[in-house]
């Protein structure tokens, strides 16, 4: 399973397919940031100490925060290939590294990883997981001096540490996971999350602050993704052991806390549910969104979570109104107008619940085209009508007009 997290909703099967809930983030959302992550402009590599706060999981950009300019400066060509990255054109990224690598284009050692990244990232998208998996094995070891700086002073005077993104180690520990192998995923990521440790107590015993938060961040990043994993397998003492280090360190962070509260219900411990939830309203209440979530975004965070409190409890309509505030004050809410939906069904109101769907597809596409969104869809079409397939057909063809490279089309099953 790919390492996410999301509203747990689970709701039972009805008719002839498993409906499933939306995620609120997960692979995809992940890869997102590790495109934004390996071409950030204030990005930097692990040698320097400082990093971009936007981004949860910074690679490696090859100068100064304070001397570089556009992306191409860190590497060639790399405006162009996060346009296509952001696009989801991962083909033509595909395309356009291999241009640049037969016309040997790139010189620095920085910049043939940089492009790898994007390639390895790139087939993984694709669902290439094979050939991503050769393209890292094609690697000598990540530590090795023939990836640092130090090892080319004649190009990188002055400068020392590490030159591998830390997107490729990511990657390298992802890959494992998409052909079937769990369990050395799993290694991988633990190991990332030994390394990871290391790096800020060395950063730290150097009074190194700004590097320290960047390796902080890293740190959570990969303890979220073991929770996705272990959740994924219901595993989830181990998961509430993860989030529970997570909140000890960071007790503010009601997206977090919000997380607590979706694996207690899956647990089934629904009243310790409840009274995390109730410590995510009173932070709200009190303006304590800890620069995390703008005010929005925090109505919308406690308003799902009153949702999912009353879908588990089979209180469809409660659901709705709550589902339908939350898509009041953001059309775009993706995991509302999904969980909506399902609620409708389960009160018999196919017709509406396939509206919900139909008109966020129509309205917010680049949003709402999201594969468990679209497994739903055709699931209600299945259920409601006698001639789906045609119905389903139509959708795949307008799927394959608009989606990104990496949709996975066949989940309408047609």
């Not at 549910?273 to 979530?293: D, I, P, Q, Y």
């Not at 917010?364 to 259920?383: G, K, R």
Request: charged share 25%; with cysteine; hydrophobic share 35%.
């Amino acid at each position: 399973m790919d390492p996410d997290l999301s509203e747990p909703g689970t709701p039972p099967e009805i008719g002839p397919a498993t409906v499933e809930t939306a995620g609120t983030g997960g692979s995809d959302a992940e890869e997102t940031a590790m495109v934004e992550s390996i071409t950030g402009g204030a990005s930097v590599p692990e040698a320097t100490t400082s990093e971009s706060a936007a981004s949860q999981i910074t690679a490696s950009a090859y100068l100064q925060p304070e001397c570089s300019g556009s992306l191409d400066d860190l590497a060639r060509d790399l405006d162009s290939l996060h346009e296509l990255a952001t696009r989801g054109s991962w083909q033509a990224i595909l395309d356009k590294m291999a241009q640049a690598r037969a016309a040997s284009l790139l010189s620095k050692p920085h910049e043939d990883l940089t492009y790898l990244t994007f390639q390895v990232l790139a087939l993984t998208k694709l669902r290439r997981s094979a050939d991503a998996a050769q393209e890292l094995n094609s690697l000598h070891d990540f530590d090795g001096p023939h990836y640092r700086y130090e090892s080319y002073p004649e190009i990188y005077p002055n400068r020392t540490g590490s030159m591998v993104p830390f997107s490729l180690r990511w990657l390298y520990a992802l890959i494992p996971t998409k052909l079937g192998n769990r369990q050395e995923g799993l290694d991988r990521l633990y190991i990332l999350l030994d390394y990871v440790r290391e790096r800020i107590r060395e950063k730290e015993s150097k009074n190194l602050d700004a590097s320290v938060d960047m390796w902080k961040r890293r740190e959570v990043f990969v303890m979220n993704c073991l929770i996705g994993f272990h959740l994924g397998h219901k595993e989830f003492g181990v998961s509430l052991d993860l989030i529970k280090e997570l909140i000890s360190r960071d007790p503010m962070d009601p997206v977090l806390i919000s997380k607590l509260g979706y694996v207690q219900m899956q647990f089934g411990d629904i009243e310790g549910a409840k009274c995390t939830f109730s410590r995510v309203e009173k932070m709200m209440n009190e303006g304590k969104s800890h620069g995390l979530l703008d005010e929005t975004q925090f109505k919308n965070l406690v308003g799902r979570n009153k949702a999912l409190v009353y879908l588990v409890g089979k209180d469809y309509v409660s659901a709705v109104r709550e589902y339908e505030e939350c898509m009041e004050r953001d059309n775009s809410d993706v995991v509302a107008i999904n969980n909506k939906a399902l609620c409708l069904m389960y009160l018999r109101d196919l017709s509406d619940a396939i509206k919900v769907l139909e008109n966020a597809l129509e309205r917010v596409p680049t949003m709402a085209l999201n594969e468990s969104l679209v497994v739903n869809l055709c699931s209600m079409y299945e259920l409601a009508y006698v001639n789906h397939t045609d119905i389903k057909r139509t959708l795949n063809n307008w799927i394959a007009r608009v989606a990104p490279d990496d949709f996975d089309s066949s989940c309408t099953r047609v």
